[in-house]
């Protein structure tokens, strides 16, 4: 009887464990906004096409603000190209941003990491978003990101601008 009882005491930890660990995954979910992200504009032609960036070309986006509890502590950016994907990880947040982390993963399985990337004309609006906020639109040149190396800048400056609605949880 003693081997019983101690086997369905340990079913029942079991139990509860997987059970705590389902409910802190649900709590854990990430508040984000998604939508379509457009490049609105690009500082050369030429330089942009060479690297697959046109004026026109969209990307599903996905940004996970940090005023929202439980994102995390600086704002998040990410786009899905059909070729390639990136994320912009500014120091906090991406409202008025100057610089940040910049990946991007190319359609080549390639993958570059630029540190202190060069943004500009960064809005995000509302700036601060709450989980109340319906859509965020955001705009954001990021300069010489789509480049062959991070020595060897792309000369392709792109604007995207996009409006992002609530998913739901």
């Given amino acids: 009887m003693g081997r019983e009882f101690a086997m369905n005491r340990a079913l029942v930890l079991c139990g509860a464990f997987a059970l705590v660990c389902v409910a802190s ?5 990430f508040k984000v906004w998604q939508g379509d992200l457009f490049i609105t504009a690009v500082n050369n032609q030429a ?4 690297v697959n960036m046109n004026v026109g070309d969209f990307a599903r986006g ?11 502590r600086s704002d ?3 786009w899905y190209f059909g070729r390639s994907a990136g994320q912009i990880a500014p120091a906090s ?9 910049v990946r991007i993963i190319y359609g080549s399985a390639g993958f570059l990491q630029f540190n202190n990337a ?3 004309g960064v809005t995000v609006n509302p700036a601060a978003p709450t989980t109340s906020t ?3 639109t955001i705009t954001v040149t990021a300069h010489d ?5 991070t020595t060897t800048p792309s000369g392709c400056d792109i604007t995207f601008t996009g409006t992002l609605a609530k998913r739901p949880i």
């Fill in 76 to 78: 998040l950016l990410a």
């Fill in 118 to 120: 060069v943004l500009s």
């Fill in 145 to 149: 990101v789509y480049s062959s190396s």
């Fill in 134 to 136: 319906p859509t965020v």
């Fill in 93 to 101: 947040a991406l409202n008025a941003a100057t610089s940040a982390t």
């Fill in 25 to 29: 995954s649900a709590q854990a979910a």
């Fill in 47 to 50: 330089a942009c096409a060479a």
């Fill in 62 to 72: 996905v940004f996970r603000p940090k005023s929202v509890a439980g994102n995390g």
